[in-house]
């Protein structure tokens, strides 16, 4: 099983949302809500350069790493501490790793801005974690969940990924995983490219229970 981070896990994506809201805000860029939300994971400098030219603009490129890097440190020092783990995912992930069955993490974010319990927590249940600066090309790619199979010691035909987001679900699609979706940030409509969409954690809980006999 490879799980997804945010969104999945960590009830943090409205911390993130409110994040790049105010770095782009501070930079004069205008985003809704549902931009950052479709676009979860996948927030790179090719992203936000076609979202900034849409209006004519013509920025360096360093402009869109300290964006990238402006929204980190907000993240950072104002919202980590809101982040909390999803009740349920707790429950599904120890009766996973109870059953011993292997384990592995991608997510789009660096260990700086996971925060340190969370992080901890993460490790002892995750043998295979891949996060955003591990790969060179991040969601939807297909390289970090081929990344976290390689690393699990398991073809990507083996594994199953549980995601949230497009970007993530192609990710996972496109390195051959049969891909799960929870709809915990957005309609199950936005998720239709996985194989199987769930409206929340209790729906995936009891497929998981069913299917692994756990």
Known sequence: MIFDLDGVILDSMPAHVAAWQSAFAENGVQATDDFIYLNEGALDRERLVR???????ILPPE???R?????RRIFREQYSLTVRLFPQAVELIDRLDQAGLP?????SSTFQVIRPDLLTWLERRFSVIITGDQVVKSKPDPEPY???ATGLGVRPDQAVAVENAPAGITSARRAGLICLAVATTLPPAALAEAHLVLPDHTALIRLLTDFFQI
């Open 67 to 71: 964006l990238l890097d402006r929204q």
């Open 63 to 65: 402009f869109f790493d």
């Open 51 to 57: 979202l900034i030219s849409s209006d004519g603009r």
């Open 103 to 107: 384990l592995a993490l991608v997510t």
């Open 146 to 148: 081929l990344a976290a």
